[in-house]
């Protein structure tokens, strides 16, 4: 029931696979239309993974973030939209980067969600490109230090500025 609480918690694939692919089929594949096959990919199993759960335990939300810097896969059950859910959702993942090091994060997003992300601080960045039949938009969030300056140089390499 939206308006519960929700928690968002590290997940992995490997142990949280169903309640990820629970969430994801039911937003991307059943309500989007995106083909299953495209949905799972090689970048589930090396990710960082967030799942927002119900006090029952019920998986409500979901996202990831790549090696590389990229957050994606961000998805809230329908009922649950509008609630703070994908909020929470993207200040875990942005939280996990920073305790990694990263300068910044990207994604793609939906170009539907862009007000979305913008509020959370995020910048448009080049022309919109289909993904998946969806139309989308490069958005980029730099990540600061808690003393308030930019994070050192660190080993992940963001993907270039194509949109795959």
């Known amino acids: 029931m939206p308006g519960a609480a929700v928690t968002v918690r590290p997940a992995s694939w490997q142990q949280d696979c169903e309640s990820l692919q629970a969430v994801r089929r039911s937003?991307?594949?059943?309500?989007?239309g995106v083909p299953e096959?495209?949905?799972?990919?090689?970048?589930?199993?090396?990710?960082?993974?967030?799942?927002?759960?119900?006090?029952?335990?019920?998986?409500?939300g979901t996202g990831r973030l790549e090696p590389c810097g990229?957050?994606?896969?961000?998805?809230?059950?329908?009922?649950?939209?509008?609630?703070?859910?994908?909020?929470?959702?993207?200040?875990?993942?942005?939280?996990?980067?920073?305790?990694?090091?990263?300068?910044?994060?990207?994604?793609?997003?939906?170009?539907?969600?862009?007000?979305?992300?913008?509020?959370?601080?995020?910048?448009?960045?080049?022309?919109?490109?289909?993904?998946?039949?969806i139309p989308h938009q490069r958005m980029r969030l730099g990540i600061e230090r808690r003393d308030g300056n930019e994070t050192g140089r660190h080993q992940h390499k963001e993907h270039p500025l194509d949109p795959r």
């Open 70 to 133: 990229k957050i994606g896969r961000v998805a809230v059950r329908r009922e649950w939209r509008g609630t703070g859910v994908g909020g929470q959702i993207m200040r875990h993942l942005v939280n996990q980067a920073t305790e990694l090091g990263f300068e910044g994060v990207y994604l793609h997003a939906q170009t539907t969600a862009t007000g979305f992300y913008r509020r959370l601080g995020f910048k448009a960045e080049g022309p919109v490109f289909d993904e998946v039949g």
């Open 27 to 32: 937003v991307f594949v059943d309500e989007q």
């Open 37 to 60: 096959h495209e949905e799972w990919d090689a970048a589930d199993l090396t990710a960082i993974h967030a799942l927002a759960v119900t006090a029952d335990r019920e998986p409500v």
